[in-house]
Nanobody, 125 residues
Framework: HVQLVESGGGSVEAGGSLRLSCQGS????????LGWFRRAPGKEREGIAG???????TYADSVKGRFTVSRDSAEGTMYLHMTDLEPEDSAMYYC????????????????????WGQGTQVTVS
């Protein structure tokens, strides 16, 4: 039984930083593609960061250069380090995992991800 649990969300002023965590159970992290998604009120879900089984990363243009995704496979945890936060980054953030390879097109599409966390709220003012 795969379970993903996010934590680390909160309220922060513009320009500030946060680190989100995604704790996994029932999953071997270095055998799964991992991703971070977010959904703001009234907007579609957006894939913002991905990490494949070889440790390669990919980012949406909206967060490139400000957000960094990483994992600690021994701890079964994925992180999203967010810096220079903007009000437009306010959203519910979700982590996702999937054992299948991702293409440049599929990594950011939630349809192709099998497991999801419950989300953690980030508010930037």
């Amino acid at each position: 039984h795969v379970q993903l649990v996010e934590s680390g969300g909160g309220s922060v002023e513009a320009g500030g930083s946060l680190r989100l965590s995604c704790q996994g159970s029932g999953v071997t992290f270095n055998r799964y593609c991992l991703g971070w998604f977010r959904r703001a009120p009234g907007k579609e879900r957006e894939g913002i960061a991905g990490l494949d089984t070889l440790g390669r990363t990919t980012y949406a243009d909206s967060v490139k250069g400000r957000f960094t995704v990483s994992r600690d496979s021994a701890e079964g945890t994925m992180y999203l380090h967010m810096t220079d936060l903007e009000p437009e980054d306010s959203a519910m953030y979700y982590c996702a995992g999937d054992p299948r390879r991702k293409t440049d097109e599929s990594w950011h599409d939630g349809f192709w991800w099998m497991f999801w966390g419950q989300g953690t709220q980030v508010t930037v003012s």
